[in-house]
Nanobody
């Protein structure tokens, strides 16, 4: 059974950068993607970014394109999210996830997700 553990969240000022990390224990199927979704306070879940495990294809949500970069290390079963030019609206709990991608900008089937790490961006 796959378990996902996130790290790297914190509080930053607007315009600054932060990098999140996620490490998975257990075997992840090669046809899955690893990535992130976020849950802002009192708002719905939002797709952030994902990267396909096999080909390394990257997917980004519209609100983070050009600011966030996702990368992976299959040997470490890890995925990373470099976040730059952070805005107050990026404030959310960020969850690492494993699953399939739908439509190129959303999670389809979510196999597993982590407890999340809080990112707080102040103006």
């Amino acid at each position: 059974q796959v378990q996902l553990v996130e790290s790297g969240g914190g509080s930053v000022r607007s315009g600054n950068s932060l990098t999140l990390s996620c490490t998975a224990s257990g075997r992840i199927l090669n046809n899955y993607a690893m990535g992130w979704f976020r849950q802002p306070p009192q708002k719905e879940r939002e797709f952030v970014a994902a990267i396909s495990r096999a080909a390394g294809r990257r997917y980004y949500g519209d609100s983070v394109k050009g600011r966030f970069t996702i990368s992976k290390d299959n040997d470490k079963n890890a995925v990373y999210l470099q976040m730059s030019s952070l805005k107050p609206e990026d404030t959310a709990v960020y969850h690492c996830a494993v699953g399939t991608i739908s439509g190129g900008n959303n999670w389809g089937y979510l196999e597993r997700w982590g407890q999340g790490t809080l990112v707080n961006v102040s103006s």
